[in-house]
């Protein structure tokens, strides 16, 4: 008997030996993401052209409120799609102090559908006309290399993987019903903040070697919604939109402003204002807020009955819960609204 008590304290001993390593190794070690939302390879993932895409071409790590917003809100109107946000700071070694604070990517990476990428260009623009390019390009002379190059991986990637690219300021509201498509920012105006195609659609082969053709970064714009109306141009003849009905062209369709773009840019602060409960949106499938017009900075407050606190309160509730903060800058989640 005694020897079995032994032997039984002896077990229980190893164990709580190699629960104190365990935890050892990782007070001491680095968070790093699972390996299922660190994917090597996209292609994987993405190939059959169903997925959500944000891209974030700076050096950030740690997303903002609304980035946070955006994807959290694609993942909640998306749930059997992957979201994959590639990320220009994120490489497949990438690990995080333990002891560092990183709420919003934590958030992102806790999402089931929820994928970050390593976005590495020169890998990404091979077999696409992007690439000599991008080999050539000096990015230091680049004055808006930040957007200039999202413009681009933005187009390699919906080439290559097909589904919808979305900016990091475009909140949905409600699944798109389209798979070839762009998005009306006026009458007879594209953007290029949403869209979508299926796999090596040959408009943006096109739009790619248009880029590289007519590349003039100091035009604001000319590699982005001025390059994608210019080809749709090119492809169709664009008349204006008759109430909110959308525009067919050949396999593509122009969605009509009210999809994405409600409220135009020279209103965009709107965004920051009391909600105007007339204001339903009940023609939209996402709704873009224009964040590189906000120069003021205005940021979203927790329980302002602003219109952006409203879509983030409904739309993406853990960001809403867990980031964003009320009026006097106190800590996320003190209000209770909009907690799951």
């Known amino acids: 008997m005694l020897k079995e008590l032994h032997l039984f304290l002896l077990v229980v001993l190893l164990l709580v030996c190699a629960f104190f390593y365990q935890l050892s190794l990782k007070s001491s070690c680095f968070f790093c993401l699972p390996p299922q939302q660190l994917e090597q390879d996209p292609g994987a993932l993405l190939g059959n052209g169903h997925g959500i895409v944000f891209i974030e071409t700076s050096e950030r790590m740690e997303p903002t409120p609304l980035v946070s917003c955006a994807v959290e809100s694609a993942a909640k109107i998306y749930p059997r799609q992957p979201v994959a946000f590639f990320m220009k700071g994120l490489c497949n070694t990438t690990r995080l102090p333990s002891n560092s604070t990183y709420p919003g990517f934590s958030l992102l990476s806790a999402i089931d559908n929820v994928f970050l990428f390593p976005l590495d260009m020169k890998r990404l623009f091979e077999d696409t006309p992007l690439l000599s390019w991008y080999t050539h390009i000096n990015t230091s002379a680049e004055s808006n290399w ?96 008759q109430e909110v009905s959308d525009l067919r062209c050949l396999n593509l369709s122009f969605l009509h402003p009210q999809r994405f773009y409600p409220i135009s840019y020279p209103e965009w602060r709107r965004y920051y204002e009391v909600w105007d409960m007339d204001l339903s949106f009940n023609d939209s499938y996402a709704l873009h807020l224009w964040n590189y017009m906000n120069k003021e900075g205005r940021t979203v407050v927790r329980g302002s009955n602003t219109l952006v606190d409203n879509l983030c309160r409904k739309h993406c509730p853990r960001t809403y819960r867990d980031l964003i903060r009320g009026p006097e800058g106190g800590a996320p989640g003190k209000l209770g609204l909009g907690n799951t």
Not at 158 to 180: F, L
Not at 187 to 216: I, K, Q
């Open 146 to 241: 930040l957007h200039v190059s999202s413009d681009a991986s933005r187009l390699a990637i919906i080439w290559k993987y097909g589904g919808i690219y979305m900016d990091t300021d475009v909140i949905s509201i409600r699944p798109i019903p389209e798979e070839n498509f762009l998005a009306a920012q006026s009458s007879r105006y594209s953007s290029n903040g949403v869209f979508g195609f299926l796999p090596h659609h040959p408009f943006l082969w096109e739009c790619m070697e248009n880029f590289v053709e007519h590349y003039n970064s100091e035009i604001w714009g000319n590699q982005g919604p001025n390059l994608m109306t210019r080809m749709l141009r090119l492809w169709c003849k664009l008349r204006d939109f």
